[in-house]
């Protein structure tokens, strides 16, 4: 029984949840640990996201001869071009934009508080069964305007703390581009025979997962912006440069991220004109159907293939878990598990393929 699959799972299992529990219980030894993870967490995630989008310009440079030194600098030339460039063209509307709603929020706000009690003035007309459903609703949105608020502090919070933390960033790149060849010879040198073989090989998958998942995302992300873009300033939407942004950004998060992004974008519609909130949810509707029919299928293709259900089970589980960063980081973390999964399935099957041929 004990050289069962399905035992060994449920022993592995066990034995995690055991060594978890004794780390919560001993945490305080590990503070200073912890404190300094917490530090480099930001730093070393924009370090590697940044790494996997200037490593295909890594390679170019150096296929026609261009050594390792001149190719890094050449990188960073490259991304400071591109953000003098979107500061350039992007920054002053962007800001004068930002300075706009910041000013005219308590109006904003005084207008949704407005709208809230004139709908509920309203639900006499309703069925007894969906008043019900109402007044239960009624009762959590206080509940869920303070965790919405406490949620955007604590983003807000993270983001003037991260920008101090940006200083890191060009470290953790430098190093990246010009060591990365190195981690997996590093990591697979503890190993011998077929374990090294199959710590590479997992190795290259799951850099080939990130690679996919992180260029696949941001580059369809970006068509998400630039359509929710034109389609806002078609409709002379009020803010359309944020809110094309903040739309590019949530679709980063997958299937949950654009019906997140659509909600700001409809408040301020309804505000500005009720009829244009109409038009906003079309907007959304018809970007969102060609980046999944159309732009997702032709650049990810099916490098994850991860069921719609599973993503949205592990986005939940993960935002309650871990909060924003959950949320952001539970799809690629999944993908990640997901290959390990998947190699050691293959190691066991091939194992037990050749002792079933030597028998």
């Known amino acids: 029984m004990t050289k069962k699959l399905w035992f060994q799972t449920g022993v592995a299992i066990l034995l995690t949840l055991v060594i978890i529990r004794m780390f919560m219980e001993v945490k305080g030894i590990f503070s200073p640990l912890l404190i300094i993870g917490q530090t480099i967490f930001l730093p070393l995630l924009i370090g590697g996201v940044l790494f996997y ?17 001149a190719s890094i600098l050449s990188v960073f030339v490259v991304i400071g071009l591109i953000g003098w460039l979107f500061y350039a063209l992007v920054g002053p509307k962007l800001t004068t934009q930002v300075n706009t709603l910041v000013k005219n929020t308590p109006g904003i706000v005084k207008e949704v508080e407005q709208f809230i009690r004139y709908m509920l003035s309203q639900k006499d007309l309703l069925p007894e069964t969906l008043q019900d459903t109402v007044n239960d609703a009624t009762g959590k949105i206080n509940d869920i305007a303070v965790s919405a608020g406490s949620l955007l502090f604590k983003f807000i919070q993270n983001v003037f703390q991260g920008v101090f933390l940006l200083v890191l960033v060009p470290f953790f790149l430098v190093y990246m581009l010009k060591d990365h060849e190195k981690f997996a010879p590093f ?17 290259a998958d799951i850099d080939d997962t990130l690679r996919s998942y992180i260029q696949g995302q941001l580059f369809v992300s970006f068509l998400v912006g630039l359509m929710l873009l034109i389609g806002y300033l078609t409709i002379k939407l009020e803010y359309a440069l944020l809110l094309a942004i903040f739309g590019m950004m949530m679709n980063v998060i997958p299937f949950l991220g654009p019906y997140i992004a659509v909600v700001p974008a409809i408040i301020i519609a309804l505000i500005q004109k009720p009829k244009l909130a109409i038009y906003v949810a079309f907007i959304m509707l018809v970007a969102q159907q060609i980046e999944s029919n159309f732009i997702t299928p032709n650049v990810m293709g099916k490098s994850l293939d991860i069921h719609p259900l599973t993503v949205i089970t592990v986005i939940l589980a993960a935002g309650n878990i871990a909060g924003l960063w959950g949320i952001i980081l539970a799809i690629p973390t999944y993908a990640v598990i997901k290959v390990i999964l998947k190699n050691i399935y293959a190691h ?4 037990k393929d050749a002792a079933t041929k030597s028998v």
């Open 53 to 69: 989008l200037s490593r295909p310009l890594l390679k170019l440079l150096e296929s026609v001869k261009f050594p390792r030194w």
């Open 187 to 203: 990591v697979s040198s503890f190993f011998k025979g077929e374990k090294k073989t199959w710590i590479r090989k997992t190795l």
């Open 348 to 351: 066991r099957e091939g194992i």
